[in-house]
């Protein structure tokens, strides 16, 4: 009986082919929506989620600014840097760390040959390698004598040494960073491109003494990098930062601290939550069009039920009951919300297969959400199809042959 009401469904709409995809737009659009903004939402936070771990997924991050940001007024406060005595200070508090790392940037050109490029150069100690988990692909990173001695070596990114350096080998070469000459002793392994607004792979790292002598001129450090060892809570290290570093920058009571810590982990569950939030908002605009496709569908089966009013007396007096009407109805609701739901599924797969690979974002389904769309499609054929059914189900057989 069910595959009979399946085929008689399929032959009534068939005879309305047109009308019957153009019901079924609706649906199309809504499934396919939602399944592509779930899909491309989910991609772009594993980028961007991937990108900051690369930064170091188990890191700490002191910058010298005021907790709140904000001033007087909504001015930005004076920033006090850090000095070379704060990085040896919490080297001594926090032994048991994977590192202490103090990191100062500035924008150069650097020269080898005829080739230049604009870059950054960091300078920082070589615990910064193991902190950030960057191994070099060639060469070695700077030692710990060198940094004592201050010896002008460096090690730069693999964009740079592509850039710079072509084909050719850097290790050894005499690398010109704005008036001064750096020996290259490594490359480094490649992180890749950026969502954040950095190129991580177009950098040169010196040793911070020679940073502090030869660019910056002063013995400031912008950025204080501590890596929490395995199995070590980020949290409590943290907060002993904290104290130690309001022991070294006091404030008088009541104002903020003149430093913010942040804690990568909490970054990655802080991207995570609002990427998720976001897509679930963007994903329950794009599920209102289903219900539009359900008023759609169920507008179209009462004009299908006038129409065949007759067809129904004719079965009705030749022995059908009102549970064989209602179910052919009720089937052809179901028919076309799903082939809505499954043509819906095709494009909300498709198209995010081509926008991610032209945005280099990884192709993420979650095979629930898809399941949940179809399914929902579905549902959405046999509530809006009900009532239409239900009349037609209803009708004096009588009435309905005398129908013209």
Known sequence: MFLQAVSLSFRALWRNKLRSCLTVLGIVIGVSSVIAVVVLGQGASRKLTGEVSSLGSNMIILTPEEEDGVGFAGETTNIVPFKNADVETLKREFPDCAGVAPVSEAAVVAVFGSENSRTAVTGTESSYFSIRKWDVSAGRVFSAQEERCGKPVC?????????????????????????????????????????????????????????????????????????????????????????????????????????????????????????????????????????????????????????????????MAVGAQEGDILSQFLVEAVVLSLFGGLTGLLLGLGIPFFVTRYMSLPFVVDLRVVAASVLFSGLVGVVFGYFPARRAARMNPIDALRHE
């Open 155 to 315: 090690v730069i990114g693999e964009k740079l040494a592509r850039t710079l350096f072509k084909s050719g080998d850097p290790i050894g070469a005499s690398l010109r960073v704005d008036r001064f000459a750096y020996t290259v002793v490594g490359v480094l392994k490649s992180k890749g491109g950026s969502m954040v607004g950095k190129e991580q792979d177009d950098v040169i790292l010196v040793p911070m003494k020679v940073f502090q002598r030869r660019i910056s001129g002063k013995k400031d450090v912008d950025i204080i990098l501590i890596g929490c060892a395995t199995g070590q809570d980020s949290g409590s290290v943290k907060q002993l930062v904290r104290e130690v570093m309001r022991e070294r920058r006091p404030v008088p009571p009541g104002q903020s601290n003149s430093f913010t810590i942040e804690d990568m982990k909490e970054i990655l569950r802080t991207i995570k939550k609002q990427t998720s939030i976001f897509t679930a908002f963007i994903s329950a605009i794009a599920a209102i069009s289903l219900l539009v496709g359900g008023i759609g569908i169920m507008n179209i089966m009462l004009v299908s039920v006038t129409e065949r009013t007759r067809e129904i007396g004719i079965r």
